[in-house]
């Protein structure tokens, strides 16, 4: 029984990777296309020409004002998330619900009315182009954010925090060296959901930067909006992939290295804690 078991959970895996890459084969191979005739299966003539037009002088720029759009709103919406989700889960704040339903209202309203209502509060606080496209994105990544780290709390056992304040760690040393070693790699899931928010982001950047702010979705826009641009359009789009596959990668890693730890550490009896690099640091 549990071999068969192991055998569909491959099987299972090798159709769950087909499925999700079997729509990028299309785009591989338009963008290694120099020369591909409507009439050839395959392209005539291969090269590098249309991922290097990517870095050109306009592409290069947009590609780094992504990045720095992602990290932006990923930085301010990931620890803003864990706040308001620690107060959520620990009951810390009156009518919960009408706090979780204001939270969330970004995610159930349609997402250009909720741009052009904000767009005329950053206008009339003259709110510089970057720092108003990411905070109205950060609004949008924060019930992301919050949901995410709320299902983090509903595990997290408040226990260790007091068992390490009786054996004398201080509140930073709770924070930094309980609190969050056990909530890393919900963070880690939180802070990929919130830069997803800001690199793949359109209607926000495109209204409030007046066109004048120009990231990677916009030209991957611009560029499908004419004919004949297939090749640097699957360029442009397997360039948007590379740091968001790299970071689900990178997550998953760090995932699988803590997650049995912090189960090891959980199973330990209580008095264990106190041979702890927590207590020895702070007692």
Do not use: K
């Given at each position: 029984?549990?071999?068969?078991?192991?055998?569909?959970?491959?099987?299972?895996?090798?159709?769950?990777?087909?499925?999700?890459?079997?729509?990028?084969?299309?785009?591989?191979?338009?963008?290694?296309?120099?020369?591909?005739?409507?009439?050839?299966?395959?392209?005539?003539?291969?090269?590098?020409?249309?991922?290097?037009?990517?870095?050109?002088?306009?592409?290069?720029?947009?590609?780094?004002?992504?990045?720095?759009?992602g990290t932006a709103v990923a930085a301010l919406a990931t620890p803003a998330g864990a706040v308001v989700a620690r107060v959520l889960a620990l009951r810390q704040v009156?009518?919960?619900?009408?706090?979780?339903?204001?939270?969330?209202?970004?995610?159930?309203?349609?997402?250009?009315?909720?741009?052009?209502?904000?767009?005329?509060?950053?206008?009339?606080?003259?709110?510089?182009?970057?720092?108003?496209?990411?905070?109205?994105?950060?609004?949008?990544?924060?019930?992301?954010?919050t949901f995410l780290m709320r299902a983090a709390y509903a595990s997290y056992d408040v226990a260790f925090e007091e068992e390490a304040r009786t054996l004398g760690a201080?509140?930073?040393?709770?924070?930094?060296?309980?609190?969050?070693?056990?909530?890393?790699?919900?963070?880690?899931?939180?802070?990929?959901?919130?830069?997803?928010?800001?690199?793949?982001?359109?209607?926000?950047?495109?209204?409030?930067?007046?066109?004048?702010?120009?990231?990677?979705?916009?030209?991957?826009?611009?560029?499908?909006?004419?004919?004949?641009?297939?090749?640097?359009?699957?360029?442009?789009?397997?360039?948007?992939?590379?740091?968001?596959?790299?970071?689900?990668?990178?997550?998953?890693?760090?995932?699988?290295?803590?997650?049995?730890?912090?189960?090891?550490?959980?199973?330990?009896?209580?008095?264990?804690?106190?041979s702890s690099p927590v207590v020895e640091g702070t007692a």
């Open positions: 029984m549990t071999r068969t078991r192991r055998v569909l959970g491959v099987v299972l895996m090798i159709v769950l990777v087909a499925w999700f890459l079997t729509p990028l084969l299309p785009l591989g191979l338009w963008a290694g296309a120099e020369t591909w005739s409507g009439t050839s299966p395959l392209p005539q003539r291969w090269g590098t020409g249309n991922i290097a037009s990517v870095f050109a002088p306009g592409g290069g720029a947009a590609v780094l004002r992504s990045l720095a759009l009156r009518r919960p619900r009408l706090v979780e339903g204001l939270l969330f209202a970004p995610v159930a309203l349609p997402v250009f009315a909720v741009v052009m209502g904000l767009n005329v509060v950053v206008l009339r606080l003259h709110v510089p182009g970057f720092l108003g496209i990411a905070l109205v994105l950060v609004v949008a990544a924060l019930p992301y954010t201080s509140s930073g040393a709770v924070r930094w060296r309980v609190r969050l070693p056990l909530l890393l790699p919900a963070l880690a899931g939180a802070a990929f959901l919130a830069f997803l928010v800001g690199w793949s982001d359109y209607i926000v950047t495109l209204l409030l930067g007046g066109g004048r702010y120009v990231t990677l979705p916009i030209l991957v826009a611009s560029a499908a909006s004419g004919t004949g641009n297939e090749p640097t359009v699957a360029a442009l789009s397997l360039v948007a992939l590379a740091p968001p596959a790299l970071m689900l990668v990178t997550a998953g890693l760090l995932r699988r290295r803590l997650i049995p730890r912090r189960s090891r550490s959980a199973r330990r009896p209580g008095p264990a804690l106190s």
